[in-house]
């Protein structure tokens, strides 16, 4: 059984940064691409970023390039995201993902 558990978030500034993490099991990690989506209040799904099973295949999206860092850890079976210049907008649940399988997210809230 695929498992995905997030955690890292919580309140920040705005410009402020956060490092988010995602535990996964129940597959063999590092044969899947990964990716990153997010939930902002009362909007929908907004994907954020993927990266490949070696980690030298990355995307972002247009919101979110130049801020945020995708990475992983095969040997921890671990998917990270570095959240830098944080801005309100970035407020949201932040899930990991592989293909249709979600974590329960993991809740950034960019406030001053």
């Known amino acids: 059984e695929v498992q995905l558990v997030e955690s890292g978030g919580g309140l920040v500034q705005p410009g402020g940064s956060l490092r988010l993490s995602c535990a996964a099991s129940?597959?063999?990690?590092?044969?899947?691409?990964m990716d990153w989506v997010r939930q902002a209040p009362g909007k929908g799904l907004e994907w954020v970023s993927s990266?490949?099973?070696?980690?030298?295949?990355?995307r972002y999206a247009d919101s979110v390039k130049g801020r945020f860092t995708i990475s992983r850890d095969n040997a921890k079976n671990t998917l990270y995201l570095q959240l830098s210049s944080l801005k309100i907008e970035d407020t949201a649940m932040y899930h990991c993902?592989?293909?249709?399988?979600r974590g329960q997210g993991t809740l950034v809230t960019v406030s001053s």
């Open positions: 129940g597959f063999t990690f590092r044969t899947y691409s």
């Open positions: 990266i490949n099973g070696r980690g030298d295949l990355i």
């Open positions: 993902a592989q293909g249709a399988t």
